[in-house]
């Protein structure tokens, strides 16, 4: 879900606020997502940008883990 997306999400961009965060069913791949629901028909907002433009950023959950990951110790 949507709601697993954005509590993984949090959870990545604010580790000082969240030790652990879990998701049973996010959709953690927002342009797999889309394309999912492009394919059952569902009419998504017009203004979703270009989605390669949303890799690489903070949308894009497996940067956000890899920037975790890379990230000094505090």
């Known amino acids: 879900s949507m709601g697993g997306y ?3 999400r949090m959870g990545l ?3 000082d606020l969240y030790r652990k965060v879990i998701s049973l069913s ?3 791949d927002i342009k797999l997502a889309t ?3 492009k394919s059952c028909g569902y009419a998504l907002p017009g ?3 270009d989605l390669n ?7 894009d959950i497996n940067y ?10 505090e």
């Open 6 to 8: 954005g509590a993984v």
């Open 13 to 15: 961009l604010r580790p």
């Open 26 to 28: 996010g959709a953690l």
């Open 35 to 37: 394309c999912y629901f």
């Open 47 to 49: 203004d979703i940008p």
């Open 53 to 59: 433009s949303l890799r690489s950023t903070d949308v």
């Open 64 to 73: 956000c883990l890899n920037s975790l990951s890379t990230s000094p110790d």
